[in-house]
Antibody, heavy 119, light 111 residues
Framework: QVQLVESGGGVVQPGKSLRLSCAASGFAFNNYGMHWVRQAPGKGLEWVAVIWYDGSNKFYADSVKGRFTISRDNFKNTLFLQMNSLRAEDTAVYYC????????????WGQGTLVTVSS | EIVLTQSPGTLSLSPGERATLSCRASQSVSSSYLAWYQKKPGQAPRLLIYDASSRATGIPDRFSGSGSGTDFTLTISRLEPEDFAVYYCQQYASSPPHLYTFGQGTRLEIK
């Protein structure tokens, strides 16, 4: 079955960096766009970034543009999120999600990894 | 940017009752671009409905989606205890930067 397993979360000081990973299995990873979506404590879901199936295009939410970078390794079936210049408002559970057919929705989700930005 | 507004914010119902959740868009949304998710505390979100009315794999038929243009609805015909959760609608916009946006959610709680 489809599995998405995030890792790399933790506590980090404002202004520092963190790199999240998402290991995928159970589906043809290199055929699908992949996303990061986050949920801040007590808040709703917020889309963060998408990378196309072949890595040729990447798009970001305004709130993270210029600070976060999404990437993927299709040989290792792994998705990444490099987060730089972290702010307190980046504190959230970060989920990786696979794009559905057509890329208009999020088909499968991981369990999430918590990122806490605090001094 | 297309803003999705969900109503009500909280819906209090009993098991066996019918739930009707609304999602209104600030501009017209293609039906192909509207999805619904269920979110429980400590769990990953789960895709319920895509293309406004297509059930995702493994989703019971008591869940149904409808609507077009700016008004969309998620209906749960007979609530089961496991259905009490937060529900989000989500849309896709073909032009960056606001490619994917979610509504603020509707909390479905046991009465």
């Amino acid at each position: 079955q489809v599995q998405l397993v995030e890792s790399g979360g933790g506590v980090v000081q404002p202004g520092k960096s963190l790199r999240l990973s998402c290991a995928a299995s159970g589906f043809a990873f290199n055929n699908y766009g992949m996303h990061w979506v986050r949920q801040a404590p007590g808040k709703g879901l917020e889309w963060v970034a998408v990378i196309w199936y072949d890595g040729s295009n990447k798009f970001y939410a305004d709130s993270v543009k210029g600070r976060f970078t999404i990437s993927r390794d299709n040989f290792k079936n792994t998705l990444f999120l490099q987060m730089n210049s972290l702010r307190a408002e980046d504190t959230a559970v970060y989920y990786c999600a696979s794009g559905g057919s057509g890329g208009y929705h999020f088909n499968y989700w991981g369990q999430g990894t918590l990122v806490t930005v605090s001094s | 940017e297309i803003v999705l507004t969900q109503s009500p914010g909280t819906l209090s119902l009993s098991p066996g009752e019918r739930a009707t959740l609304s999602c209104r868009a600030s501009q017209s949304v293609s039906s192909s671009y509207l999805a619904w998710y269920q979110k429980k505390p400590g769990q990953a979100p789960r895709l319920l409905i895509y293309d406004a009315s297509s059930r995702a794999t493994g989703i019971p038929d008591r869940f149904s989606g409808s609507g077009s243009g700016t008004d969309f609805t998620l209906t749960i015909s007979r609530l089961e205890p496991e259905d009490f959760a937060v529900y989000y609608c989500q849309q896709y916009a073909s032009s960056p930067p606001h490619l994917y946006t979610f509504g603020q959610g509707t909390r479905l709680e046991i009465k």
